[in-house]
């Protein structure tokens, strides 16, 4: 446990750097925790379990109603942007005090936080509304999410590295809602790299490879040693 969130924790606890990745609705930490193992990083990752058991299977970090995630989709690919989930705010405190336990844990290292699709929302709406100083994050196949709620302060993510991906043919969230959260984080000062792809709701090869150009960057020079040069040979593509 980190926090009071279970986590399942990959590599050297001396690694250089230190990587907590959210995953998405319906998931649970051990669907993506084996790409740690493959993806060639020297890193300390931290995969918390969302606090809530969704429905019909997997965790949340909020809840939703199955029946009114059925018709939301039958209607076609999704936007967040304004929703406002009501256990949204419970679940922005949970992960601050997250992202706070594995900074004390990073000490002196440099610390990514990144997620996918629901794990990514809730990571974007904890930084507008209160900053972490961190070394980068990268947010796969998401959305902004509860906008309407978001404070006016134009530059809160100045400078922080971001790494953005999103299917062109993404059924789930539509791909028109990744661009916009591309958007919105460059206006608030977030250097991004901006990662299109030929796909849907998923983590292809390409994208897992740029996620470890990405962490490999956020290593100071001195510490990289020899990465390995080959990522994932799959992708994941869980539900949101």
């Known amino acids: 446990m980190i926090d009071s969130l279970r986590t399942v924790v990959v590599g050297p606890s001396d690694a250089p750097l230190v990587v907590v990745m959210l995953h998405g609705f319906m998931m649970t930490p051990e669907d993506i925790s ?10 300390l990752w931290l995969f918390p379990e969302g606090p809530i058991a969704a429905r019909p299977v997997g965790r949340a970090w909020w809840d939703m109603d199955p029946a009114a995630r059925a018709a939301a989709l ?25 992202v706070d336990a594995a900074a004390a844990l990073a000490q002196n290292r440099p610390l990514v936080v990144g997620g996918f699709s629901q794990g990514a929302m809730l990571l974007v709406d904890l930084l507008v509304h209160e ?13 902004r999410v509860a906008v309407a709620a978001w404070p006016s302060a134009t530059e809160p993510l100045s400078g922080m590295p971001a790494l953005v991906s999103h299917g062109r043919t993404d059924a789930d969230l539509a791909f028109a809602s990744g661009e916009a959260l591309r958007r919105a984080l460059t206006d608030r000062g977030a250097a991004v790299t901006w990662l ?5 709701h998923e983590i292809p090869l390409q994208v897992w490879r740029s996620v470890r150009k990405f962490l490999v960057a956020r290593i100071p020079p001195s510490r990289r040693g020899s990465a390995a040069s080959s990522g994932s040979s799959e992708g994941v593509t869980p539900d949101l």
């Not at 084996?34 to 890193?43: D, E, Y």
């Not at 299109?196 to 849907?200: L, N, S, V």
């Open 34 to 43: 084996p790409f740690a193992r493959s993806i060639g990083v020297p890193a």
């Open 131 to 143: 900053p972490r100083p961190l070394a980068g994050i990268f947010l796969l196949s998401s959305s």
């Open 196 to 200: 299109p792809f030929e796909g849907g």
């Open 74 to 98: 039958a209607r076609g690919a999704r936007d967040f942007a304004h929703q406002s989930p009501p256990d949204l705010p419970l679940a922005r405190t949970a992960l601050a005090k997250y």
